[in-house]
């Protein structure tokens, strides 16, 4: 069975700049899985951040930018603030009708 | 705005049954693909289930798969989670959220609480 893997944990200064990474245990990350990307603070629902790789959901600071790097999807915060700190899961379709979500990456700034 | 609002959880025998609903508002609700997610206490997201904007086609995780049923009522604008067999791993935060195409989950409702115990 395919997992989606995440590290558990990042800690970021202030300011400073981080990537969180999304990897399949069955094989490289690529555009056609459409990585996602959402944040959860605690007590509240998923936001959205990215979608289809590098996309900007609605209101979403510039400083949120998705890629794919390697054999993963990648979140990159660039500028990190306090209010960044957070839960982030990334979602990816990983078969005919199978939406898959990470473990996520607790996120310090 | 757009906004989903779920309702119908609690608490539930082992074995028990319940059906959550969600209810939109905000947008043209056929228009668009619905999916249901749920998170266990202190844990990760999980997808559980999607259902087109015509009801057609419907797909589960294979932990919900012949136990629960997604539907819904267009007229209503109205999303449903028909969950049966239930067992003490399906307590969760159930979220409904709506799909902007396939791929990109792009509004989320607050969650239901289900809790299955004994």
């Known amino acids: 069975q395919t997992v989606v893997t995440q590290d558990p944990s990042f800690s970021v200064s202030p300011g400073g700049t981080v990537t969180l990474t999304c990897g399949l245990t069955?094989?490289?990350?690529?555009?056609?899985?459409?990585p996602s990307w959402y944040q959860q603070t605690p007590g509240q629902a998923p936001r959205p951040l990215i979608y289809?790789?590098?996309s900007r959901s609605s209101g979403v600071p510039d400083r949120f930018s998705g890629s794919i790097l390697g054999n993963k999807a990648a979140l990159t915060i660039t500028g990190a603030q306090a209010e960044d700190e957070a839960d982030y899961y990334c979602?990816?379709?990983?078969?005919?009708?199978?939406?898959?979500f990470g473990g996520g990456t607790k996120l310090t700034v | 705005d757009v906004q989903l609002v779920e309702s119908g959880g609690g608490l539930v025998l082992p074995g028990g049954s319940l059906k959550l609903s969600c209810a939109a508002s905000?947008?043209?609700?056929?228009?668009?693909?619905m999916n249901w997610v749920r998170q266990a206490p202190g844990k990760g997201l999980e997808w559980i289930s999607h259902?087109?904007?015509?009801?057609?086609?419907?797909f589960y995780a294979d932990s919900v798969k012949g136990r629960f049923t997604v539907s819904r009522d267009n007229r209503r604008n109205s999303l449903f989670l028909e969950m049966t067999s239930l067992r003490v791993e399906d307590t969760a935060v159930y979220y409904c959220?709506?799909?902007?195409?396939?791929?990109?989950?792009?509004?989320w409702g607050q969650g239901v609480l289900v809790t299955v115990s004994s």
């Open positions: 959220a709506r799909g902007r195409g396939t791929f990109n989950f792009d509004n």
């Open positions: 905000g947008f043209t609700f056929s228009n668009y693909n």
């Open positions: 259902i087109s904007g015509n009801s057609v086609p419907k």
């Open positions: 069955s094989g490289p990350v690529s555009a056609s899985h459409y």
């Open positions: 289809n790789t590098d």
């Open positions: 979602m990816l379709y990983v078969a005919s009708a199978i939406w898959a």
